[in-house]
């Protein structure tokens, strides 16, 4: 099991708790740690609990790369690792319908501008219920194999879509261990 740091936990379950899964700014607690924060960050991102993501605003930035600002956002692994039960190497959830593993898996996790459809799409699929094909047609307008290919798309960004049954209704789910 991997140990995390007060300040990992701290960093990640602030993440966790904000929509678009940002670490930062910190919590005004953290306020006055710059330099330890700053390795936190760097810890997290190489236990893939955490990923670089382009991001506008400079407040949620953690470094610039030419007019390029980058942020810090929580992944799925990251979320499991706050709950207390990550393994080193986090296996793929029972009944998951593709293998994902190791920190490559989390390279394209960006998470979505707020407002897009993939953003609602996606707060639709962490619902405890999940979401059926009609609900997520309905909330973005797109059509059915739409829909479905911004699933499979999901699914190659690293998320893990159970798909289930609700009232006999094929019925689509993000897995999220704890």
Same mark, same amino acid.
């Given at each position: 099991m991997t140990k995390?740091?007060?300040m990992q936990l701290v960093l990640l379950s602030t993440a966790a708790s904000r929509l678009d899964g940002n670490l930062l700014p910190p919590a005004g607690s953290l306020g006055r740690y710059g330099e330890?924060? =700053?390795?936190?960050?760097?810890? &997290?991102?190489?236990?893939?609990?955490?990923i670089e993501v382009p991001v506008n605003a400079k407040e949620q930035?953690? =470094?610039?790369?030419?007019?390029? &600002?980058?942020?810090?956002s929580i992944t799925d692994l990251g979320r499991t690792a706050i709950n207390g039960d990550a393994p080193e190497e986090c296996p793929p959830?029972?009944?998951a319908t593709k293998e994902v593993g190791g920190a490559d898996a989390f390279a394209e996790h960006v998470v979505p501008r707020n407002g897009s459809k993939v953003a609602t799409v996606l707060a639709l699929l962490q619902r405890e219920q999940g979401a059926t094909l009609t609900e997520l047609v309905d909330a973005t307008g797109w059509l059915p194999h739409t829909t479905r290919a911004a699933l499979t798309s999901l699914r190659k960004?690293?998320?893990v879509?159970?798909?289930?049954?609700?009232?006999?209704?094929?019925?689509?789910?993000i897995l999220v261990a704890g």
């Open positions: 995390l740091t007060d330890r924060i =700053r390795r936190s960050v760097e810890s &997290l991102i190489k236990k893939a609990f955490a930035s953690w =470094r610039e790369d030419a007019d390029q &600002l980058f942020g810090v959830p029972p009944g960004k690293g998320h879509i159970a798909k289930g049954k609700r009232d006999d209704v094929t019925c689509y789910s």
